[in-house]
């Protein structure tokens, strides 16, 4: 069983999308909570979708980019 398919997150999980939110927030300058909440839930979607190394992440940030 995979835990991302459950929407849970292992502790070194956590890590790897605390950092990929932080340091795309940081390059694209998103301070506001709501903006931060917004790109939150990308990654979470992504992460549903499997994807948790943080150059996939990255990429999947970009391609899918929309100002929130």
Same mark, same amino acid.
């Given at each position: 069983?995979?835990?991302?398919?459950? $929407? +849970?997150?292992? *502790? @070194?999980?956590?890590?790897?999308?605390?950092?990929?939110?932080? @340091?795309y927030c940081e390059k694209h300058g998103l301070?506001? +909570?709501? @903006?931060?909440?917004?790109?939150?839930?990308?990654?979470?979607?992504?992460?549903?979708? $499997?994807?948790?190394?943080?150059? @996939?992440?990255?990429?999947?940030?970009?391609? $899918? *980019?929309?100002?929130?």
């Amino acid at each position: 069983m995979l835990a991302h398919r459950h $929407g +849970v997150a292992n *502790s @070194e999980e956590l890590i790897a999308l605390t950092k990929a939110l932080n @340091e795309y927030c940081e390059k694209h300058g998103l301070r506001k +909570v709501s @903006e931060r909440d917004e790109i939150a839930k990308r990654i979470m979607a992504l992460f549903m979708k $499997g994807i948790i190394k943080p150059a @996939e992440l990255a990429d999947g940030l970009t391609t $899918g *980019s929309r100002k929130p």
